[in-house]
């Protein structure tokens, strides 16, 4: 059973930059599409990103077009997200998720296993 782990969140000021990254384990990430959700606290957990098995195939969030960038290193079994940028909206727990199936996007906002999160938080 494949397991994800967040790392990278934190505190920082608006205009800034963070890289999450998310090591799996228990399967080889080539295996999986992977994505970026995020959740703010009495909102819906809503799509960041999503990248193909890959890396060839990606799907951005029109709020985080131009500012975030989704990577992956599958020989260290780690996808990343380069976050630029950042506002205050972008403040919320971000969680990572792989799909055996599909490449998480916009129009399928969906994933078979998710991470534990981990926050970030953009004061103005």
């Known amino acids: 059973q494949v397991q994800l782990v967040e790392s990278g969140g934190g505190l920082v000021q608006a205009g800034g930059s963070l890289r999450l990254s998310c090591a799996v384990s228990?399967?080889?990430?080539?295996?999986?599409?992977m994505g970026w959700f995020r959740q703010d606290p009495g909102k819906e957990r809503e799509f960041v990103v999503g990248?193909?098995?890959?890396?060839?195939?990606?799907y951005y969030a029109d709020s985080v077009k131009g500012r975030f960038t989704i990577s992956r290193d599958n020989a260290k079994n780690t996808v990343f997200l380069q976050m630029d940028s950042l506002k205050p909206e972008d403040t919320a727990v971000y969680y990572c998720a792989a799909d055996q199936t599909r490449v998480p996007s916009v129009s399928r906002p969906f994933a078979q296993t998710w991470g534990q999160g981990t926050q970030v938080t953009v004061s103005s």
């Open positions: 228990g399967r080889t990430a080539s295996s999986y599409a």
């Open positions: 990248i193909g098995w890959s890396g060839g195939t990606t």
